[in-house]
């Protein structure tokens, strides 16, 4: 062992080694960062990163100075930044030392009956807090460090009731070392002496100048070459879920292989694509991406329903139907933007708009219990033309 210490060749060899397995390790952590999904890698990191809520992040800023919270219930659509703002505010608080040690996150995917709520949650709200030790002024001078902990239960709509009434008394009792943050889409499902003793945060569906500034924040940090207009078709098809339009944005950079990858990834991206394609991402492919009829095919079927003078619409209907189920359309976004069409169109008459939309929400019902999709758009599309028809 001494003789090889003293051995220069051995121990240049040493340090190559060394050094390699540093580079190695480099690489792969950065290799991570490049395949993680966008929507984890732009995840908000403080208050001020989350979009289009105003409202919410100013009383949490306040919140924060005072380094005190109340039990809190955010609610909302989804991909309007609830869990991450929650997030946000929990790493602004405690820091990476207290983080793991002072929050405790529990999904819709874990088991959260009435048996998680007695035991794990029970036991992480009672637990008295330790004094952290080895922790310079620097650090408590940037993060408050209250003494409390916090408990998110997210998706905390689909507990069940016995869940919600055990974590009633839970809340009362350990409230001087414990915060509850409740997290849901509906705040109807929350049963009422919960909810009363949260501070309720609703959160709005983003705007599109909110939603737009950070996808093409987004396109801009990738390196991404966009056509006109791929943003707003993102907030289009996103429909309010900033979360689902950057998750189709990262699916189109992977389609015409634009991401900012090693040139051994770009070359595997280049065998998914034709030979003279472009790098451009296109509303064509967002739309594609996200399973959007094109207008063509909606335009067509609207005109099969509009009235003919002396004949039935029925031959012209059941061609373009049969094309579409024959193309593997989805029935559901069929009906959505029919229903655009139709209810926005200036030459049907309100009388008729309103039969219309009680056809559509009664198809939209019909979808939703599973029937079959070809006789419920061929049934929709002739009633629609019986009343355009004035029948």
């Known amino acids: 062992m001494a003789a090889s210490f003293f051995n220069n060749k051995a121990r240049a060899a040493a340090v190559a080694a060394a050094g390699s397995s540093k580079s190695k390790a480099g690489d792969s952590k950065e290799d991570s960062t490049r395949l993680q999904p966008w929507v984890e890698k732009y995840r908000p990191k403080s208050l001020d990163d989350v979009a289009a809520q105003e409202h919410t992040t100013k009383v949490l800023q306040r919140t924060l100075q005072a380094s005190n919270l109340p039990h809190m219930l955010f609610y909302g659509p989804p991909g309007t930044g609830k869990t991450s703002t929650i997030l946000a505010l929990a790493k602004s608080l405690f820091g990476p030392a207290l983080y793991r040690s002072r929050i405790l996150e529990l999904n819709a995917s874990d088991e959260r009956g009435i048996g998680i709520v007695r035991d794990k949650v029970k036991n992480f709200a009672r637990a008295q807090l330790s004094q952290p030790t080895g922790l310079d002024a620097a650090y408590r001078a940037q993060y408050p460090c209250p003494p409390f902990k916090i408990i998110i239960l997210d998706e905390a709509d689909s507990m069940t009731q016995d869940a919600q009434s055990a974590l009633r008394r839970t809340m009362e009792t350990y409230s001087r070392i414990t915060r509850f943050c409740l997290v849901c889409n509906y705040v109807t499902r929350i049963i009422e002496p919960l909810a009363s003793r949260c501070s309720k945060f609703r959160f709005k569906m983003l705007d599109n100048s909110a939603a737009g500034s950070r996808i093409a924040n987004i396109a801009e940090q990738e390196g991404l070459e966009l056509e006109d207009g791929v943003v707003d078709t993102l907030i289009r098809c996103g429909e309010g879920d900033l979360r689902r339009a950057i998750t189709y944005l990262q699916s189109a950079a992977r389609l015409v292989g634009a991401s900012n990858g090693p040139a051994k990834d770009a070359d595997d991206d280049a065998e998914m694509t034709d030979a003279g394609s472009s790098r451009v991402i296109t509303i064509r492919s967002i739309e594609e991406i996200a399973g959007v009829v094109p207008e063509s095919i909606v335009e067509s079927l609207v005109q099969a ?53 009680m056809l559509f929400s009664e198809m939209d019902k019909r979808l939703v219990d599973g029937s079959d999709e070809h006789l419920s758009m061929l049934d929709l599309a002739l009633r629609v033309a019986g009343i355009l028809q004035g029948n």
């Open 305 to 357: 329903m509009q009235p003919v003078s002396g004949g039935s619409a029925y031959e012209a209907v059941s061609k373009v139907i049969t094309d579409i189920v024959a193309d593997g359309w989805s029935a559901t976004q069929i009906l959505g933007q029919l229903y655009t069409r139709v209810v926005f169109s200036e030459a049907i008459p309100d009388i008729q708009k309103n039969k219309i939309v």
